[in-house]
Each structure stands twice: as C-alpha cells, then as structure tokens.
C-alpha cells in the first residue's frame, strides 16, 4: 500500500513526504529524482516509474506528465501523485504490466512549487510564481490580506453612493454591474479583502487598485513563438528565463525516449492540442490525424472535448498564445503534446457554454450567476461560498466581506471530489502510453562457407511510428537510430559495427488511411529493417539498437 491520501490537496512538504517514501518502499517501481530548485529552495521533483528489472526508464519509450505549472491549478498536482498511486497499486494488473514492462512515465508533480505553496496557504491567487514581474518594485495600492481573521482572503464590499456594483434582486449574495437606470442603492466598490498602502489611499473614495505585481506565466515562457511583455503578457524577460521552465526543457532534452506529453491544468474540462498560434491547415496531416484520433479517445473516457486551442480555445480571436509549452513539445521536442484542462465548475452547475469555452469567465448573465450559488447550495454542500458578513475595516470602517472560495470552486474540485474527476484522466495517459512505439530487435546467426551471417531484425509493433510526429523529421527534431554490434570474440568481416538506421513507421500509418478494412491488404512496408554482419571465427556479441523516442534494446548472442 502506498498510504496517499485521495481525495486531498497536498502541500509541499506532504507531497516530498509521501515521493520520498513511496520510492524508498518501492525502489524496483519507482525512482525520484530533482531536475531543479525554484528561487525559494524547493526542489522541482520527478517519479519515474518502470519495471526497474527489466531496464532503466531511460531504455525505453517514455511518456512525461505535469501538473502545477499555473501555481493555482492545484489539481494538477493531485493528477499526477494520483497517476503514481495508481501505477504502484495496481502493479501486478494487466493493465499496468502491460505499460510498465517495456515503457516508462516521468511524472512531475508541482512546477510551480513556490507558487502553489503560496496558494495553499493562502488561498490567494497567483499566476505561476510570486516573484515581481514585469516591475522591480510593486505599485502603491491594495495588499490583500485576511482581515476577519478567518484564515480566507475573500472579497470586500464597500458601500459609496458611486459604486459600480449593486446586490441582485434574485439572490442577495449577488453582485451585479450597475447599470445606468439603477438608481436605488445600496451600491458598493468590490475590492479583495485586504488594506491599502497609504499612497494609494489618499482619496478614500478612489482608492488606487494596483495591476498584479506577481505577472510571471509561466505557460508564455517557453520558445514556441515567445514573444516580449509588451506583445504577450507574462512571457518573462527571455525564454526559458525561469528555473522551472528551464528544468522542464533541460530534462526533456536530456531524455530523448519521452514520445508523448500531457501537462495537467485547470478549470474548462477540455483537452487542448496544438497549435496556438495558427490554423489545423498548417499542420503535417499525419500528425493532425493522430491528435484527432487521442483526442477522441479522450472524449469517449471523460466526456469531455478535445480542441484546438487556435479555432476554440483563443482569449483573443485577433491575437495568437505564444510561448506555450505544449506548442513547444510539439514543434520544437517533436511529441504530441496535450494541456488538460482538468475540471469544469460551469458544467457541473448545469450551464452550457460549449459553443463559447470562455464565456464562462466572461460573459456569465446573472440566472448563470443565480444557478452557480444554487450549485454551491447543494452540490457543493454550501462550502464554496461565504455569505457576507459586516468587519469593522482599518481604513473604510464597516465593510462586508465574502463571496466566493474561488480556489476550490472555480479554479479547483472541491477535495472530496478529486476522485471521481481524476480517474478518466488517468486512463487517457495511460492509453497515450501505449500508442508509443514498441521497438523489438531479433536476432539470428547462421554459418555460411566458413563465415557467420548476423542478422538483426528492427520491428517497431507500436501503434505511432519510431520518429512519433512528422515534424519532427521535417525540422529534424530526432536523430537517426542507431544499431551496433559490440564483438567478443571472432573478427568482424563486413558490416560497420556502428551504423546509422531509418525510423520506422506504425501501426498508424496503416489504420488511419481513411480506407476500411476491405481496403488494406496488410502492414505498412517499412514497420521493419533488416541489417546483417560477417564475421570470422566464434565468438558471442552484444546488438544495440538505440536512439530517440525508442530508447535501448539489447539482444545477447554467441555462436561456435
């Protein structure tokens, strides 16, 4: 048993805890290793999990999951310490022995280690990290703080006559926009709960509220297309300027077996694919086929849509994301990389905004606001919203605070539902896993005139090929394979010891033809090589065949 706590958000320290004790009681399923500090020391952990026995992870075809990379996206985390309780209590299923044996995952947990730690602790949102960004220095204005004590940073509504704001007629919990034929009060000036520095307090009546000081995303720091701060908000000074998004594209660069990626977010309930930045036309129609055909067999575990986020998931229609990762692992690692928008508090509530993703951050009426309270009422059992109450304020004197506990509503599960809403996701990595290649290497020897012919056999029974994308031969993201006779004995005749092999295809580029079955006559032709040596003398020998996305396989042989 691993002793994970389901159904509960973990802190730092309870989650290093809980790594480094599952390792240390599961060493030949599970390894734990830090890619990276954040600025704040903490380490930026990573579970590779496998059939230690049977080979090191870096030997076979890998799969790297994420969670965390948005610091308040706390379920993320959860998804992928989830994935490693699952993998290790399951160990001996089919299921799991059938990934684990000849496959690995590189799970890393919590990116934004520092930040979510903040988050947690606070329940006070931040972007991806508490470091200033884009200014030195914070401007003058609200430090949001708990000022009732309760242990929350809520809301706070401030009655004055010229407030922007004014409670709903259907649910006296509801703030709505005043709208200029409202003209009976009370009307209030909606703040977060907290108290401003006394610059920005000259004038009580217009207090000055700050733009976010902590601006760093860490989602718009990596190379795809980045752009600078005044063109992509949050992108940070260069590419690749935050250690947690360096440790990201250090570890994948230095582990060329991962062929699949999906990185956990929140809170949409989709499944994001390339690209951000331009249309499905542009993209090779191999690899578009085969995000279409992953992204449908997450909708049939979860119910949930797989879009793209160019045609369906843009914030701004006349504006591309850039210096998204998962537009990175594609175009730059050469994987299919998925953003999982983990959770949808708007479909739970029973409202559709199917045919609009984002209105649901932005263009809520109020029987959409009135059907989210009566789903906090029921569902969530009413802890997800606390009803105003009267504070005695430092500066404004009476003010109301309340409103919405946003992290585990909007942004996150409520704890006791991580469960049921983590588990399809789980499946879907796993069915990612097994889509990757499946190197098989064979090899005979027979006795010819005095000589001896080797012969290795390369297979790839895989359903994606060796080379997983097609751009990533067409911008040469993966080096050829390698195959390598290593001799003990005996004196190698023909053949180079060390040569340099084609990928090969799979089981895709025979099934996604758009033909039927009454159509196709077999395998693809070149699911397999065939490379031979000639040798003199007995003698045993080591083969190898290696390179990116297959990993290593080794066949011993020896011969008299």
């Not at 003398?537 to 996305?549: F, S, T």
Request: glycine letters at 8%; aromatic letters at 12%.
């Amino acid at each position: 048993m691993t002793n994970f706590r389901r159904n509960h958000y973990h802190d730092y320290d309870e989650m290093t805890a809980w790594l480094q004790a599952v390792t240390a009681k599961y060493p030949d399923r599970a390894h734990l290793q830090s890619i990276g500090k954040t600025p704040e020391g903490r380490d930026i952990w990573v579970v590779l999990v496998t059939r230690f026995e049977l080979g090191d992870a870096s030997d076979k075809p890998a799969y790297w999951i994420d969670g965390n990379t948005h610091a308040s996206e706390i379920m993320g985390c959860e998804a992928c310490l989830r994935t490693i309780d699952y993998l290790i209590e399951r160990w001996d299923e089919p299921e799991v022995v059938a990934q684990m044996t000849d496959r690995a995952m590189y799970i890393c947990p919590r990116i934004s280690a520092d930040g979510a730690e903040y988050v947690l602790k606070n329940e006070h949102y931040v972007r991806s990290a508490r470091r200033l960004w884009p200014e030195p220095h914070p401007h003058p204005g609200l430090n949001e703080q708990d000022i009732d004590g309760d242990g929350l940073i809520l809301q706070m509504r401030v009655p004055a006559d010229d407030g922007a704001w004014r409670i709903s007629k259907k649910d006296p919990r509801l703030l709505m926009p005043r709208m200029p034929w409202d003209h009976e009060g009370p009307f209030f000036h909606l703040y977060a709960e907290g108290v401003f520095d006394d610059a920005a307090f000259e004038d009580p009546k217009r207090p000055v509220r700050p733009r976010d000081a902590h601006g760093l995303d860490f989602n718009r720091n990596y190379p795809s297309k980045w752009q600078h701060e005044a063109s992509q908000v949050g992108a940070g000074p260069y590419p690749l300027s935050e250690p947690e998004t360096r440790a990201v594209v250090d570890f994948l660069n230095a582990n060329r077996n991962i062929g699949g990626i999906l990185s956990y977010h929140t809170y949409t309930g989709v499944l994001l694919r390339p690209y951000s930045d331009r249309p499905d036309s542009e993209m090779p129609a191999f690899d578009l086929s085969m995000y279409k055909v992953l992204g449908k067999r997450f909708e049939e575990l979860s119910g949930f849509r797989c879009i793209s986020t160019f045609h369906d998931f843009a914030y701004d229609k006349t504006k591309a994301i850039t210096g998204a990762f998962d537009d990175w692992a594609y175009e730059s690692y050469g994987v299919h990389c998925f953003t999982m928008e983990l959770w949808s508090p708007s479909k739970h509530a029973g409202l559709d905004f199917s045919k609009d993703l984002l209105g649901f951050w932005k263009n809520r009426t109020e029987d959409d606001e009135i059907a989210l309270l009566k789903w906090n009422d029921t569902e969530l059992r009413g802890e997800a919203f606390v009803d105003w109450h009267s504070v005695e304020h430092p500066q404004f004197g009476p003010v109301d605070v309340g409103g919405w506990r946003w992290l585990y509503s909007f942004r996150n599960s409520p704890a006791w539902m991580l469960e049921a809403e983590l588990l399809p996701t789980i499946s879907f990595t796993l069915d990612h896993l097994s889509a990757l290649p499946r190197p098989k290497l064979d090899v005979r020897v027979e006795e010819i005139e005095g000589l001896f012919k080797i012969t290795a056999r390369t297979t790839n029974d895989g359903y994606l090929p060796t080379n997983i994308t097609d751009v990533a031969t067409q911008k040469k993201l993966v080096h050829d394979l390698h195959l390598e006779l290593v001799l003990d004995g005996g004196e190698l005749v023909e053949g180079p010891s060390n040569q340099r092999v084609r990928h090969l295809s799979g089981r895709a580029q025979a099934s996604t033809l758009g033909l039927s079955s009454s159509h196709f006559g077999g395998k693809t032709s070149n699911h397999l090589d065939e490379y031979s040596w000639w040798v003199r003398g007995a003698g045993q020998a080591k083969i190898v065949w290696w390179g990116d996305r297959i990993g290593k396989v080794t066949e011993e042989i020896s011969w008299s």
